[in-house]
């Protein structure tokens, strides 16, 4: 069936009364063109609406949702509110705007019901996992990371926020959509035993998206807190690489107990992985440390080591700036096989030389844990601007 195009969706919005009640939300500009993002038989509709109206206009948003997913042609829609526009102004604000996310508000009296058990209230520790840039193995060594945790007899999720290119339905070969169990809330997948929530799972890895960033920051919001997540001692989040606006912002919503930063040896992504360190440091989130990935190359025929990059780059950094440095996972063929099989090395291969690396890590990273247990609990930090 041919995908209809966004004017289709557009007259179909103009079905739905908007805010004030006296023009629809296309007429009263909430929603145009530029805010529809088709792929697949798959519609995702970001509505711009005033930060403090988020939580009201939830029934709008449900409204979209199903006014889309009923056109011919679409298989499923998803609404997103993002507030771009000054609180009580009808003008959209400069630059990037704030969140608005049905349920991100401070005033949780004033939230819809999501569900029972819903969000990170049953989460003791949540901990991110980092790069200065992609492709440094970020996922690999996040999903690994959780299951070696898991290993230790912690009850594990993953919250994949990569959600340029998310990646935990092929890491952990998982297919299918997150079922609702009552009101908002979603119930994770699952996937060798961690619970798994992941952009991936309502959009198709391939398809490529163009994500602003209140939207990064309103999708991430929506999969913390209306995902039945807890109880959990550890919920991994696979953060989206780089440290541009929405990946500080997210840092300073998200009460994170720490984060992980993933770095190769070489220079460059140092450089990378400072700056990811410096964002953390300005949000006032502990750093747990460094891991060094791909540190160096291990010959599957001879078994002989070669550094590649250098050596230990990464941990004379870590000593530099003061920051654990949590191990060096080399680069090993059998990663990127197991991962891209849909099998972590933690799980294929549990008793491997690699897998007894991520659980060293996963061991370190506990321990920072416990003696970061006193600030668990605390409230999101707040951004120190030096
Ligand atoms: P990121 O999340 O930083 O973008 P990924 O985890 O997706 O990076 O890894 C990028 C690619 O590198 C993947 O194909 C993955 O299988 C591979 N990879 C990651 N770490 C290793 C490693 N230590 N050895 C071999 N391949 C690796």
């Not at 990935?293 to 025929?301: D, G, I, Y």
């Not at 063929?333 to 659980?359: F, L």
Request: aromatic share 2%.
């Amino acid at each position: 069936m041919a995908l209809p195009d966004k004017a289709t969706i557009l007259a179909v919005l103009k079905n739905i009364a908007g805010p004030d009640g006296t023009a629809n939300i296309v007429e009263q500009g909430l929603i145009g063109a530029d805010d529809i993002t088709l792929s697949n038989a798959k519609a995702i509709i970001t509505v711009k609406v005033p930060a403090e109206q988020a939580q009201a206009l939830e029934p709008m948003r449900l409204a979209v949702e199903k006014a889309v997913s009923a056109i011919d042609g679409i298989a499923s829609a998803l609404a997103i509110l993002t507030a771009e526009r000054q609180p009580g102004t009808g003008s959209p604000a400069n630059g990037a705007g704030s969140p608005a996310s049905s349920l991100s508000s401070p005033t949780p009296a004033a939230v819809a019901p999501a569900g029972p058990d819903a969000g990170i209230g049953d989460v003791k520790s949540v901990i991110a996992v980092a790069s200065g840039k992609g492709g440094v193995g970020k996922s690999t060594t996040a999903v690994n990371l959780a299951l070696a945790l898991q290993a230790d007899g912690l009850a594990v999720g993953i919250l994949d926020a990569d959600i340029y290119g998310p990646s935990m339905p092929r890491l952990l070969n998982i297919h299918g959509r997150p079922k609702p169990v009552a009101g908002r809330t979603l119930k994770p997948l699952e996937g060798y035993g961690l619970k798994v929530m992941s952009m991936g799972f309502l959009v198709d890895e391939d398809t490529p998206m163009i994500w602003r960033g209140p939207m990064v920051i309103s999708a991430l919001t929506q999969m913390l807190n209306e995902v039945q997540w807890g109880p959990l001692d550890v919920l991994v989040v696979d953060m989206p690489p780089g440290t541009g606006d929405a990946q500080l912002t997210m840092a300073q919503k998200v009460p994170l107990a720490g984060a992980v930063i993933v770095s190769t040896p070489q220079d460059l992504a140092l450089i990378d992985a400072r700056k990811g360190l410096n964002m953390f440091k300005r949000t006032e989130v502990p750093v747990l440390g460094i891991v060094e990935n791909m540190s160096a190359f291990v010959c599957p025929k001879c078994g002989e080591r070669t550094d590649i990059f250098g050596h230990g780059g990464a941990r004379d950094e870590a000593a530099r700036i003061g920051v654990p440095f949590l191990g060096g996972i080399p680069l090993d063929i059998e990663i990127r096989e197991k991962s891209d099989a849909g099998t972590p090395i933690v799980i294929a291969a549990p008793d491997s030389a690699i897998a007894d690396i991520y659980q060293e890590i996963a061991a370190k990273i506990s321990q920072a844990l416990g003696q970061e247990s006193q600030a668990a609990g605390r409230q999101p930090p707040k951004i120190v601007i030096e």
